[in-house]
């Protein structure tokens, strides 16, 4: 067998050179609605992991697909910048060179990302290239190019005109590694082994005090109150009275009441710190507590924290603590398992921390988001996930989309000042202009402020996620009035990961429907996960991370496309192993050398032949009456395959479709059908072989189309080199999925195939020697069906390795006669179907029943020695209950295999 080596693994120089010839732009004259994805942008940072080779898949086969169907499809793609990812892979760099951002100043540090963006920003793209990702790249965006910006600003200015933007003071998720604010969906939860504080508060003006727990120490600097619950005996007398804060120079703070707190957990005494935990924020806002901020934005404590200003937050909790000790006022310190918030991208810890930060206002945008899934305007695949959406969008909060960083979309924003020396005091003011350019903003503000005012921009850049919020339009032109935009907006599909259905999708449809009154896209389809073999999530500490590029390396870029289109269904985590990488190759392999097979039969014919054979439409019923039968079986099988398949495709099942695609390509193709077709080939019978060759061809050419969207590759290297019509695969139409099916030829193939297993299990059985043919008389009721298998004779022969000549078929009474013959193998294939094989002389019965006995002696005793124990009360009372068990279970298999040996040495007898 010949091995498939692959063809060049890079659209850009495949077989017929897809990409350079045009074929990955939307065709122009192609009639029907446009099919269009939008590439859900990797990180410009990114190199390809298993979740965009997974997601690329997916989506270029649904591309592929719908290209071949005749519609007008566009794969647009793309890359993010990538705010905070992009910003740490540039300072690691500077620092490493010994300079930092701050040195640099802003122009200058973006001038640095720029430059290393057009260095290794598109390397990603490339390696998608190779996985085959057949998108439209000369329609290639990037969020922080010209037109997006442009998109962003509008954006901005819109939502801030109608309200929806506004600024203000709140609890963020603060990184300060990053010292930037991240999103609420960029916290990950972990539980670690931490520790629970048990200590003294005193109480104001006695010797009383409240003992109270806590995980963070340091923060008793910034608590503002003491609650307790309002029916807690232990601590009723004390509300109203005030604490003392410990370390804190004699600042005291109001003991309050609120069912809030839990009477079970730690002492039923709670310390609130409003301004560094989410909950206490939220009973700070109840009671009016003050706020207090102990931390600087690097994580280091400020001046609010007395004598601990300037440590970093962990060295001040061990500090702390132990000047609590010293004073006498802890009791006791325990292990506690927590939940750590930590920092998606920089995996530190990250701060509850009040800021001032801008917010977008989300009830009022995620009413028509509900109502457009609701509608069924929207579907979300699997649907399960409709319950997920509806969820997070009735419970929505506030959308904090500021971040403090200087890579990104600068915050249109301008302070307004009355001087140099004002501005260059304060980082903001109450007063401030929104508008998308400096130039604009200055005219609004001498209109409402008059001449000489100063403008300062706002520092902060806005979250990722809101440009990619845009992203099905902005890619179109908008706010532009783009051909485009009107052609290819809304979009068809959204296809990508279940785990950014908040970070991303429903961001889009709500940002779609406020700014076009349009739902972005129709389908939201949701694939899983791709973990390792075991279900683990892949990582480097784990060591368990498989490189999809090293994997086309090894495998292909096909095997690999198959692996992950097949291996999962919509929504479910994929466990991905190389063995199953490896079995995909092996499909390539099957499909490459049967191939190779109709081509080998083509060799001695000159092109016109090829040409007519390409020609052959075999799709109508009356196309295939005079065919054989194994032609017409394989057609109609054929044709079922590809409703089947079509169908798989339009229900978005392509793990399905694939599955279906290798049962007839290995099975019903390679090893049923091409071996069937040797005998008229090879027979001696031209015209018989001259229609063998068009059934191959016909079939062949329809396989190709079928498997091209999942393996792209090797389908248009095989197409090339097959009689076709056509430059290329990628642009030929999708087989019709209305041909006709011939429901007698399964059912009478079928018969033939029932047979062949039988013959071939008997052979098995018996210990025939592979290369001996063997007599049959095969009994058939039904006129029919026998006149069909009979005229298979030297198909079911070959497949049987029966000897064709001493092969003959009988009717119901002649084989009713021959029932129960000594000397003679019955084998009953199906109602109305037996076969009989004279076995005797075929091989040795009286040694074979020699060493049948032999076995069959050693088994005896073997379960006699069993039996003995079990039989033994001493080991049955005595020994563990799993080895009386097994014992048992073993002297069961043994019976089982003897009356085999016994029924195999009882048929070997009738031959001796």
């Known amino acids: 067998m010949r091995v498939y080596q692959g063809a060049d693994a890079d659209a850009s120089i495949s077989p017929c050179r897809w990409e350079s010839s045009g074929y990955f732009k939307p065709d122009e004259g192609a009639q029907g609605e446009p099919y269009v994805i939008s590439m859900p942008p990797p990180n410009v940072t990114g190199k390809l992991h298993m979740g965009h080779a997974m997601f690329a898949t997916l989506q270029d086969i649904m591309t592929r697909y719908q290209r071949m169907r ?30 930092d951002r701050r040195s640099l100043g802003r122009e200058a540090f973006e001038a640095e990302v720029w430059s290393w963006k057009a260095q290794y920003g598109g390397f990603i793209t490339q390696q998608l290239r190779r996985l085959g990702a057949s998108c439209d790249w000369s329609r290639e965006r990037f969020t922080l ?14 939502l ?202 989300m009830e009022p945008l995620a009413k028509p988001a509900l109502e457009a899934v ?42 307004v000042f009355d001087s140099k020396e004002a501005a260059a005091a304060a980082s903001s003011s109450d007063r401030y202009i929104v508008a998308k350019s400096e130039a604009v903003a200055r005219e609004q503000a001498v209109q409402q402020y008059g001449e000489g005012v100063v403008l300062k921009q706002e520092s902060d850049v ?24 009107e052609r290819f907006y809304p979009t068809t599909v959204m296809e990508t990961g279940h785990d950014i259905l908040f970070f991303w999708v429903a961001r889009m449809i709500m940002m779609g429907l406020e700014f076009t009154g349009r739902p972005p896209f129709s389908t939201v389809y949701l694939h899983g996960l791709v973990r390792d ?147 008229r080939l090879y027979g001696g019978d031209e015209a018989a072989a001259a229609q063998t060759r068009s059934v191959l061809v016909y079939v062949y050419d329809k396989i190709l189309k079928l498997a091209h969207p999942f393996m792209p590759f090797i389908t248009e290297e095989m197409w090339q080199a097959t009689p076709h019509t056509g430059a290329a695969l990628i642009a030929a139409p999708w087989p019709s999925a209305e041909a006709a099916v011939d429901g007698g030829a399964d059912a009478q193939f079928e018969a033939l195939q029932a047979a062949v297993r039988s013959v071939r299990n008997a052979r098995a059985e018996y210990g025939v020697e592979p290369g001996r043919k063997i007599a049959a008389t095969v009994r058939v009721d039904d006129p029919e069906l026998r006149a069909a298998l009979q005229a298979e004779a030297p ?30 193998i019955e084998l009953v294939v199906g109602e109305g179907v037996e076969v009989f094989l004279p076995m005797a002389g075929l091989f040795d019965a009286a040694k074979e029943i020699e060493r049948l006995q032999k076995q069959q002696a050693k088994l005896e005793k073997e379960l006699a020695g069993l039996n003995g124990r079990l039989s033994n009360p001493k080991f049955v009372d005595k020994a563990p209950e799993q080895v009386v068990a097994e014992a048992r279970q073993q002297a069961a298999e043994m019976g089982e295999q003897l009356a085999q040996i016994a029924d195999k040495i009882a048929k070997f007898g009738s031959l001796a």
Not at 145 to 158: K, N, Q, T
Not at 205 to 215: I, N
Not at 465 to 481: E, Q
């Open 533 to 679: 073999e075991k279900g683990r999530k892949m990582s480097k500490s784990l060591g368990n991370v498989v490189d999809p590029v090293e994997t086309i390396q090894q495998y292909g870029a096909d095997a690999l496309r198959f692996t992950l289109a097949t291996g999962t269904s919509p929504g479910q985590d994929l466990n991905l192993s190389l063995d199953r990488v490896n079995s995909s190759r092996n499909f390539t392999n099957k499909l490459w050398n049967a191939g190779k097979f109709v081509l080998f039969n083509l060799e001695k014919f000159d092109d016109a032949e090829w040409q007519r054979l390409a020609g052959v439409d075999l799709s109508a019923a009356a196309s295939t009456a005079g065919l054989a039968l194994p032609e017409r079986w394989v057609v109609s099988s054929l044709h079922s395959t590809v409703r089947e398949i079509t169908a798989a495709h339009e229900r978005f099942d392509f793990g399905e479709a694939g599955r279906l695609l290798y049962e007839f390509v290995w099975s019903d193709f390679a090893d049923w059908y091409i071996e069937a077709a040797k005998a």
């Open 160 to 361: 801030h005109e109608k309200g929806l933007i506004y600024r203000g003071s709140y609890m963020v998720n603060w990184s300060p590694g990053l010292q930037t604010a991240v999103s609420d969906l960029e916290v990950e939860y972990s539980e670690e082994p931490g520790t629970l504080y048990y200590f003294k508060y005193p109480v104001a003006d006695s010797d009383e005090f409240l003992p109270v727990a806590t995980t963070r120490p340091e923060t008793i600097l910034g608590d503002t109150a003491v609650a307790v619950h309002p029916e807690d005996e232990r601590y009723k007398h004390l509300v109203g009275r005030e604490a003392v804060v410990p370390m804190s120079g004699g600042r005291r703070i109001k003991v309050i009441a609120d069912e809030y707190v839990d009477r079970e957990f730690g002492t039923g005494a709670l310390k609130i710190t409003p301004g560094h935990d989410v909950n206490d924020y939220e009973i700070g806002k109840r009671f009016s507590l003050e706020i207090i901020n102990i931390m600087n934005d690097d994580g280091t404590l400020n001046a609010a924290a007395g004598a601990y200003a300037g440590l970093d937050r962990f060295a001040a909790r061990k500090q702390l603590w132990a000047d609590m000790e010293a004073q006498g006022l802890v009791i006791k310190q325990e292990p506690y398992q927590m939940r750590v918030p930590r920092s998606q991208r920089g995996g530190e810890i990250v701060e509850p921390l009040v800021r001032e930060q801008w917010f977008v206002r």
């Open 462 to 485: 806005l979250d990722t996620w809101f440009s990619s919020g845009l992203w099905p339009f902005s890619t179109l032109g908008w706010p532009a009035a783009t051909s485009d935009l």
């Open 70 to 99: 005749g519609r007008p499809t566009l794969w647009l793609p793309g890359t993010d910048h990538a705010g905070i990812a992009t910003q740490m892979v540039v300072e690691k760099q500077l620092a490493a060179q010994g300079r």
């Open 795 to 824: 198909v079911l022969a070959l497949l049987a390795k029966l000897d064709a000549e001493q092969l003959s078929f009988v009717g119901g009474e002649e084989g009713a006669a021959m029932a129960g013959q000594q000397g003679q």
């Open 374 to 415: 609701a509608s069924g305007d929207i579907r979300i695949l699997p649907e399960r996930f409709e319950k997920v959406y509806n969820f997070w969008l009735e419970n929505i909060k506030d959308w904090c989309i500021s971040r403090q960083l200087w890579w990104g979309h600068r915050i249109p924003v301008w302070y």
């Open 145 to 158: 190019d010209s037109g997006l910006s442009e998109a962003v600003l509008e954006a901005f200015v819109r």
